[in-house]
């Protein structure tokens, strides 16, 4: 493990001078652009984007010291080898499934929270870690936006899940948390769960949205980061509608007459790649389907004809 006790030596492994780094934390206000998308649930969810300066500091902060950080095998979000499909195969078949949501997850992270669990006081010289946590955050939010933010989300969260990880285990119950949703699986007591999930947040400045609150119980479809559990992992019928309604009409009307039938915007190489990316998806989730495979395999030509290229 590497001590920074020293600016030159933490400002020398980053690749930013010390002059940027202070300065950047100094008018940090200038360095952040707000942005609204839609919520799913309705809504919408208010981002603070870091400007391209800002940005390349957080990513360098990511990848030479954040990522090194250790986090809760329970978390299968913003890390090496996470995926909505790790997070749901351990409720594959189990005849309850509890999903919980942290209610406004990274506008509740703490300054306090990022200092001490992030930049702690056997790794960095006091100064560092003020320096370093005000560079990942943002007037009184973890900053959604950030490239820093995600991964600092599963490191202050590694006691908690590795706690109700623990608590579920001696309960023969499956848990597992993708960024703000909890997953519980299992011969439950919901309200149990819920009760030990709501103390253990609330310890650490967050709560339960009871809105978002779902206990699927046998003959319920039974869906998890949008996989279908109930008996195997499955794609939810209207994804695989969906697909394969575009693949079909693509072939029938060609790419560029089925993108200007549904007003798709772009290029027909960016919309071929888009769809690429479903099909590939859904063969990570059903890898015996060979309708998806045969679908691969014809996107892939497309995209790598010389014609196709220049689109």
């Given amino acids: 493990m590497i001590v920074y006790r020293e600016l030159s030596s933490l400002a020398r492994d980053l690749g930013v001078s010390a002059q940027t780094l202070y300065a950047v934390s100094n008018t940090l206000d200038r360095h952040y652009v707000r942005r609204q998308i839609p919520r799913r649930s309705g809504g919408m969810r208010v981002l603070s984007v870091p400007d391209p300066l800002l940005k390349m500091i957080q990513r360098r902060i990511l990848q030479v010291l954040l990522v090194y950080m250790p986090v809760s095998g329970h978390a299968t979000a913003y890390r090496y080898g996470g995926s909505t499909l790790r997070n749901a195969v351990p409720h594959v078949g189990k005849p309850c499934v509890l999903k919980l949501d942290i209610r406004r997850f990274f506008d509740s992270v703490l300054y306090s929270a990022v200092k001490d669990k992030a930049f702690p006081a056997e790794i960095y010289a006091e100064p560092l870690r003020v320096l370093l946590s005000m560079l990942c955050y943002e007037r009184d939010r973890l900053p959604q936006g950030a490239p820093t933010s995600p991964c600092i989300s599963n490191i202050i ?7 109700t990880g623990a608590w579920c285990r001696a309960r023969g119950i ?3 948390r993708y960024c703000d949703d909890m997953t519980f699986s299992g011969s439950l007591d919901a309200g149990e769960v819920i009760a030990f999930v709501s103390g253990r947040l609330r310890a650490l400045g967050f709560f339960l949205n009871g809105q978002k609150t779902r206990l699927l119980l046998p003959g319920q479809r039974q869906i998890v980061t949008g996989i279908v559990v109930n008996e195997k992992p499955g794609l939810p019928a209207g994804f695989r509608r969906d697909l394969r309604r575009d693949l079909y009409f693509c ?3 060609g790419v560029a007459g089925h993108m200007e039938r549904i007003g798709a915007a772009g290029s027909e ?8 990316g479903r099909v590939s998806y859904a ?5 015996e389907s060979r309708e998806f495979v045969q679908a691969q395999t014809w996107l892939r030509t497309l995209l790598s004809s010389p014609d196709r290229s220049r689109s």
């Fill in 174 to 176: 499956a848990y597992t």
């Fill in 251 to 253: 072939r029938r009307y």
């Fill in 269 to 276: 190489a960016k919309y071929l790649a888009r769809l690429l």
């Fill in 283 to 287: 063969l990570q989730i059903t890898p």
């Fill in 157 to 163: 969260l590694r006691d908690f899940d590795d706690e």
